[in-house]
Nanobody, 126 residues
Framework: QVQLVESGGGLVQPGGSLRLSCAAS????????MGWSRQAPGKEREFVAA????????YYADSVKGRFTISKDNAKNTLYLQMNSLKSEDTAVYYC???????????????????WGQGTQVTVSS
């Protein structure tokens, strides 16, 4: 059984930083692409970042490019999202996900992902 557990969310002031973590079990992430999406109240889910199985490819939504960095630590079987220069519009529940297929490049196609975490709340407010 694959489980993804996010942590690191919280309340931060505009301009601040947070690092989200996603601990995986039941699947060795070194062989899989992973990603982060988010959903704000009343809005559709937005895929914000992805990383390929080897870490060699990444994808970022225009809304976060230059501010967010996705990475994974294969030894810890953990995915990260470093978020800098946070804005109020980054407020959302953030979800991590892992692809169904092995050895995939970074992808923002949500149909490629078969397991999702339960989400962690990020609130950017003064």
């Amino acid at each position: 059984q694959v489980q993804l557990v996010e942590s690191g969310g919280g309340l931060v002031q505009p301009g601040g930083s947070l690092r989200l973590s996603c601990a995986a079990s039941g699947r060795t992430i070194s062989r899989y692409a992973m990603g982060w999406s988010r959903q704000a109240p009343g809005k559709e889910r937005e895929f914000v970042a992805a990383i390929g199985w080897s870490g060699g490819t990444t994808y970022y939504a225009d809304s976060v490019k230059g501010r967010f960095t996705i990475s994974k630590d294969n030894a810890k079987n953990t995915l990260y999202l470093q978020m800098n220069s946070l804005k109020s519009e980054d407020t959302a529940v953030y979800y991590c996900a892992v692809t169904e297929a092995r050895y995939s490049s970074a992808t923002y196609d949500q149909k490629a992902y078969d397991y999702w975490g339960q989400g962690t709340q990020v609130t950017v407010s003064s």
